[in-house]
């Protein structure tokens, strides 16, 4: 498909986009807010140059665009995956076993409730300025969301299914293997969805202070040189990761869930 045939397929999809990208530059060329709010093009220019170091509009950001995008993308893949293996685990524990609920869910829900910035203090304090303080409060801000809707998955299981397991002779494990997690998918993926939203938001805001590097500081470090164009772009750069991400983890999740697509398809 070459590309005048995708636009045409999918302009409705750019078409927000543009259409703020218009009323953003019609403000600019009016003189609206101009020193609160920079022109697309000058924006655009400090991003080029912050990717490929074109003219040193960007100063002691310029070409360092790959270097921040890597850093920041690093401490959201470590935390998320952290959060998303040991939440799925858990969360298929407490749906499964009602002793297991019983003694670990009421200590989970209290901590559910403690939002992740509040730990950035004891974070620093364990962990120091570096990568650990921010895959730390990934961790966290990832591990809820995933765990609640595997509970959710696994409590939601029909029963008559694991009866019927039971009389075909499954083992426990079996029945978890073949039975539970299976079914249970759509829900873990939903939390997963919702928890790599969250690890961005979380991760820009520990870079902001924890840790000297990522697009979260660079972001920070701009606003204190008010470089707001640089703001901007290390926002736009943040949206875009974001949207990227969740577009690859769509991608498994239909290749992993094709057997619910075929069973949506023959309805």
């Known amino acids: 498909?070459?590309?005048?045939?995708y636009l045409k397929n999918n302009y409705y999809r750019?078409?927000?986009p543009l259409l703020l990208l218009i009323i953003w530059q019609f403000v600019a060329q009016m003189g609206w807010m101009t020193n609160l709010f920079p022109s697309p093009v000058k924006v655009a220019r400090g991003l080029?140059?912050?990717?490929?170091?074109?003219?040193?509009?960007?100063?002691?950001?310029?070409?360092?665009?790959?270097?921040?995008a890597l850093n920041s993308t690093k401490r959201v893949l470590i935390g998320y995956f952290l959060a998303s293996l040991s939440a799925?685990?858990?969360?298929i524990s407490i749906g499964w076993s009602a002793i297991i609920q019983k003694t670990i869910e009421p200590t989970i829900q209290i901590f559910r409730f403690i939002p992740p910035v509040s730990w950035i203090p004891l974070a620093i304090i364990w962990f120091g300025i570096g990568d650990n303080p921010a895959v730390f409060l990934v961790f966290l801000g990832a591990f809820f969301p995933i765990l609640i809707n595997t509970i959710h998955g696994v409590r939601s299981l029909d029963i008559n299914i694991i009866h019927a397991?039971?009389?075909m002779g499954a083992t426990t494990w079996q029945k978890i293997k073949f039975v539970v997690i299976p079914s249970s998918l759509p829900s873990i993926f939903t939390g997963m969805r919702t928890s790599l939203g969250t690890a961005w938001m979380i991760t820009v805001t520990a870079e902001m202070i924890a840790v000297k590097s990522g697009l979260g500081y660079a972001?920070?470090?701009s606003y204190y040189f008010m470089r707001l164009d640089l703001v901007i772009a290390a926002m736009i750069s943040i949206g875009i990761l974001g949207f990227l991400s969740d577009w690859i983890l769509r991608i498994i999740i239909r290749r992993i869930l094709h057997w619910q697509q075929d069973l949506l398809n023959n309805k």
């Open 14 to 16: 750019i078409f927000v």
């Open 88 to 91: 799925i685990i858990i969360g």
């Open 1 to 5: 498909m070459n590309v005048s045939q």
């Open 219 to 221: 972001l920070w470090d």
């Open 48 to 68: 080029a140059d912050w990717v490929f170091n074109i003219d040193g509009t960007a100063q002691d950001k310029s070409g360092k665009w790959v270097f921040d």
């Open 165 to 167: 397991a039971s009389m």
